[in-house]
């Protein structure tokens, strides 16, 4: 079989039943930088990222043949990534580091710039860097069931039909433990962004849409 971005996952996992290897090939290149990305979302660390990165296909192929089909795919491995993350966090939680990866076309988000110049200064950008490190470190104290809706909802971009099947959760939960986390995170961050109210500041994208959520 050769390599065929037209081929849909459902072909594909049906090839990998199969025992075809290149079809397995397949959903690695057409999925790693997805598992990774959002992998690194949940450590924050490169090493636990790349180790969730090989379980969560290792998993995929030992266990593909009990992939009834019944979701979509993708929905089935963010449940995957979501668990070996979660394994990982508990195995290596003590050594996690406060960083944010903002590499990768996925991975990467915006920043508001300055409306008075169109240049960030290195103060600026050592500010945003701080900013993000606490922001990272308050999504990380979160409760595992808020955290996970969080990240896959606001950060991934989800939908709530979508997060609800990856998790395993009705719809109202998915938006009851959506609200939670955002209040949650949002009386951890209020007391910093009150001290920056007269100064100019480049606000994390992800930051600034927390803060003005409902």
Do not use: C
Not at 146 to 161: C, I, K, P
Not at 186 to 201: G, T
């Amino acid at each position: 079989m050769s390599r065929d971005k037209r081929l849909s996952d459902v072909v594909l996992i049906d090839q990998v039943r199969a025992g075809s290897i290149v079809a397995f090939e397949e959903l690695v290149s057409r999925y790693e930088s997805t598992v990774y990305n959002l992998a690194m979302r949940f450590t924050r660390n490169q090493e636990d990222a790349e180790e969730v990165l090989q379980d969560v296909f290792l998993t995929i192929f030992t266990k593909v043949k009990g992939f009834e089909g019944k979701s979509a795919f993708s929905s089935w491995l963010y449940r995957v990534i979501v668990n070996s993350s979660f394994m990982k966090l508990r195995k290596r939680r003590s050594s996690l580091i406060v960083a944010i990866d903002d590499e990768g076309d996925n991975g990467s988000r915006s920043v508001i710039e300055n409306e008075k110049s169109s240049e960030v200064s290195l103060e600026e950008q050592l500010q945003n860097s701080r900013l993000r490190e606490i922001l990272a470190a308050a999504v990380d104290k979160l409760p595992d069931q808020y955290r996970a809706v969080f990240l896959l909802r606001d950060v991934e971009g989800l939908s709530n039909t979508e997060v609800g099947n990856i998790l395993d959760l009705s719809i109202p939960a998915v938006k009851s433990r959506l609200h939670r986390a955002r209040l949650m995170l949002r009386r951890k961050l209020h007391r910093l962004f009150e001290e920056y109210v007269d100064r100019p500041v480049v606000v994390p994208v992800e930051t600034d849409l927390l803060l003005a959520a409902n």
